[in-house]
Structures are given as structure tokens and as C-alpha cells.
């Protein structure tokens, strides 16, 4: 069935370093995807929507610079952390809607990307 | 903006017995969809049901149920004949009924089983 890949799964970085997490749509083509961010024992909280072929549109309090998206295709969008400190280490989540009108509105979530800056 | 609340942050039960999670949530929008997704020790999302507000029978998943009251914007999810496998992370989630519309989340209940 439809799912959707993220990779990596986990990754630890030194501080000032960029890192990169890849979301893809197998099977189906999302020109949409949402970028989540999860803190320890929290809710999910919207980062950004992730728009195929356009900017990004970012949620209030979202850092541009700081998270990089680029959805340069129907089934692949990317949240680029830039310049990585401690306080950006979270469990990143994506997701992407199945179907392309209103009615079919199943979305899947990927398994997560736990990022540990040190 | 929509909100939504979920009033117990944590809840047990004991394996067999059934538990009801709360959940309430505000919008002015009259259609929209509502979500229970279950989040265990890995992390991965897993639909466990899903509303659609226009319809007024409320969904039932096998064990799991939802009591649903448009008018009072309340969306309970009842799990019956509780299994071990059943403890997680409970979120409570709205989501515009538009195509691609994000999800918005409860702060999430934490149920634990009791053998």
C-alpha cells in the first residue's frame, strides 16, 4: 500500500553542522507535504507545509534559514537543518496526503527522524 | 485558529476492561475530519480512527469506538476489551476537510495497560 519513507531514522550531529531529512512519497505523488516537529513527551507541532515546485510556507515562529525545504519533486521533500545547535534536537515527522481532491483525504506519516545535536 | 484539547494526560486501565479518552476541540469551520492516532514507544503514527463531521454515526474500529457530538465539539475515543499492546500515546487530531490540510493535535493522553 501507500506509504511514506523518511530517512534518516536517526542522526547525531555535531553542533554547527547541516542535516538534511529526506520524506518520499512511495507509490503516490504528494504535492503537498507537512513537516512536523515533536518534542519530548509533546504534541506534534506544524513546522511547515512543503510545496511541490514553490516556496514553503512556514508557520509562525518557524525559522526560514534555520529549516531549509525543498520539494523539488512530486514524491520527495526535504527539511534541511542548518547550522545545528542542542535546542534544535527533536523528533522530526513528515507527511503526505493521499489523492488530489477533496473526498480522498487519507495522509501517512513517516517512522520519524530523531535528530541529537551535541 | 483551530484548537484541540485533551483534558487527561495520562490514564490507565486494566487489560479486558474498557477506557474512554477525552477530547474536545474548537472551529468555526462546519466540515472537517477528526483523528485518534496512536503513538507507541517507536514513535510511528498509526491511525487507530477517523470522523468525518458531516456524518452523524459515530465510526467504531473492531475494539475501538468513538462517541462523537458535533455540537458540544466533543470526540471521545472508547477503547473496549483493553490489550497490553494497547499502551501508547493517544493524539487527538482535526484536520480541515480541504485537500492538503495539515493535521492540528491534542497535547496527547498517555494510557498504560495493567495487567
Known sequence: GAVVSQHPSRVICKSGTSVKIECRSLDF??????????FPKKSLMLMATSNEGSKA???????????????????????????????????YICSAPLGSFPGVNIQYFGAGTRLSVL | AQTVTQSQPEMSVQEAETVTLSC??????????????KQPPSRQMILVIRQEAYKQQNATENRFSVNFQ?????????????????AAMYFCAYRRSNYGQNFVFGPGTRLSVLP
Open chain 1, 29 to 38: 505523488q504528494a504535492t503537498t507535504m507537512f513537516w512536523y516537529r515533536q
Open chain 1, 57 to 91: 510556507t512556514y508557520e509562525q515562529g518557524v525559522e526560514k534559514d534555520k529549516f531549509l525545504i525543498n520539494h523539488a519533486s512530486l514524491t520527495l521533500s526535504t527539511l534541511t537543518v542548518t547550522s545545528a545547535h542542542p535546542e534544535d534536537s527533536s523528533f
Open chain 2, 24 to 37: 474536545t476541540y474548537d472551529t468555526s469551520e462546519s466540515d472537517y475530519y477528526l483523528f485518534w492516532y
Open chain 2, 70 to 86: 458535533k455540537a458540544a465539539k466533543s470526540f471521545s475515543l472508547k477503547i473496549s476489551d483493553s490489550q497490553l499492546g494497547d
